[in-house]
């Protein structure tokens, strides 16, 4: 029979004649990916941050895992996807597809790095203090999309001149919806122009947004920023083109697929800058340290043949501000 000491030894003995790797296998850690969005609609700017991660050094499935939790439009999923991936022992949050999801992770958690990569205004939503130095155990991306409200409604005035009501979709489960509403509304007054606010918060929600439209006789659309109506862009853009009016979205891809006229900053650029902060953050370095990095260049794309479907006559001044002209 072996005596404990004995067994002690030779247990230690083996331990040693283990080569390293078999020793000491350190655990990788876990990014937490949360959206608020659905994976096959994001999934090229779910590349765009693995790719910047990866650029890091951060490879997934090498050094760094990543669990995803995709709420598909539902925003009131997110505290329970949130507390799922604190459960899994995450090292860091990424909470993209919208505010809603960063709000989400912020409340469940004050110690773990939390990176966003959203269109709202961090500070406006409470979300950090400054955008210098956030401080606490958040910091990200912002392409300001929600912001850029105003601005699409210039210039879809540009366009339709003659439009004495303009309607806006908006989804009253989005965080931003009521700041959003609140400049628009301040840009219309200025422009003498009535805004008809149609809610939209589900896929059953469109057909009577849009026959509300209808009834209402809108003369324009403008689609707001929202990652729900991104991921339902197509039907979205089939829609306004059955409404016959014209529409300006908050992305190119809404462009891209069909529909008039985009106005934004790359939403795939602010999640390269999420992904390099991840790996900053894997490193060491703390959140709080790190400024809340904002777009600096916003794309007005312009679909030609949309406008011939409409039988819209494309001002010469604006085609030649657009940054892109799709024929």
């Known amino acids: 029979m072996i ?20 020793r000491a296998q350190p655990t990788m850690p876990i990014v937490g990916f949360l ?76 110690s773990i790095p939390i990176v966003f990569a959203n269109g709202g205004d961090p500070v406006k939503l409470g979300v950090v203090e400054r955008l210098n130095r956030p401080g606490g155990n958040i910091t990200g991306a912002t392409f300001f999309n929600n912001a850029l409200g105003p601005k699409r409604l210039q210039v879809l005035r540009d366009l339709a001149p003659k439009a004495a009501v303009i309607a806006l979709l908006v989804n009253p489960a989005n965080p931003n919806t009521e700041l959003d509403v609140h400049e628009i509304d301040t840009a219309a007054r200025s422009l003498g122009i009535r805004i008809l ?25 403008v689609i707001n920023a929202d990652a729900f109506f991104f991921a339902r862009r197509d039907q979205l853009i089939e829609l306004a083109t059955r409404l016959a009016v014209p529409t300006i979205y908050e992305q190119r891809e809404f462009a891209t697929a069909g529909g008039l006229m985009s106005y934004g900053a790359s939403i795939a650029e602010a999640y390269r800058k999420a992904g390099i902060y991840t790996g900053r ?27 011939k479907a409409l039988r819209l006559e494309m001002p010469p001044t604006l085609l030649a501000l657009a940054d892109e002209v799709i024929e």
């Not at 005596?3 to 078999?22: C, D, H, K, S």
């Not at 490193?283 to 043949?305: C, H, M, S, W, Y």
């Open 197 to 221: 606010r149609v809610n939209a918060g589900s896929e059953r929600d469109f057909d009577q947004a849009f026959a509300t439209m209808a009834e209402q006789g809108v003369g324009a659309l």
């Open 281 to 307: 953050i894997l490193r060491g370095e703390a959140p709080g340290d790190l400024p809340i990095q904002q777009a600096t260049r916003f794309e007005l794309v312009i679909n030609l043949k949309a406008a």
């Open 35 to 110: 959206s608020g969005a659905s994976s096959w609609e994001f999934a090229h700017v779910a590349d765009a941050f693995r790719q910047s991660l990866a650029d890091t050094g951060f490879v997934e499935g090498r050094n760094v895992l990543i669990e995803y939790r995709w709420a598909e439009g539902r925003y009131d999923r997110l505290p329970t996807l949130v507390g799922e991936l604190i459960r899994r022992g995450v090292a860091v949050i990424v909470a993209t597809g919208g505010v809603a999801s960063v709000l989400a992770a912020k409340a469940a958690t004050t």
């Open 3 to 22: 005596r404990r000491r004995q067994f002690i030894t030779l247990l230690g003995g083996a331990a040693a004649a283990l080569p390293p790797v078999a």
